[in-house]
């Protein structure tokens, strides 16, 4: 898997009571995370990307962000399984680590709203990354 990374610069209205960045905008940045990193990969498969939904994810906050500072959101691993791709993440700001997760998106056929096996071209499109 080749090195993927976003670089997200947290806004002040994101910050807690603590002065630190809400684990909920956290949330939202590994959505971010996986929401662009699909479309990278499915960029020669339009409308592929939009047949996931999220079925798990989980996250582990391992230290604090902050506001005033980029946070660099990476994809770390990809696993592909017959309905399902599971995505593991770590996002660090100034060097240090401070979340790592998972998520496991399973491929849908909105017409039969069941899990359907992962097509042939997405697996080589996801490959070839």
Known sequence: MQDFTVTITPRMYETDAMGHIS???ITAWFEILRVRYLESVMA???GTEKRWILASTN???VGETFYGEDVIAKMVDMTI???SITFKASMSQGGR???Q???VLVHM???TRKPTRVPDDVRQAFAAR
């Open 23 to 25: 684990n909920v905008t």
């Open 44 to 46: 020669s498969n339009p």
């Open 59 to 61: 996250i582990d906050f």
């Open 81 to 83: 399984g017959n309905t």
């Open 97 to 99: 680590q401070t979340m």
């Open 101 to 103: 997760g998972r998520a």
């Open 109 to 111: 056929d909105y017409s």
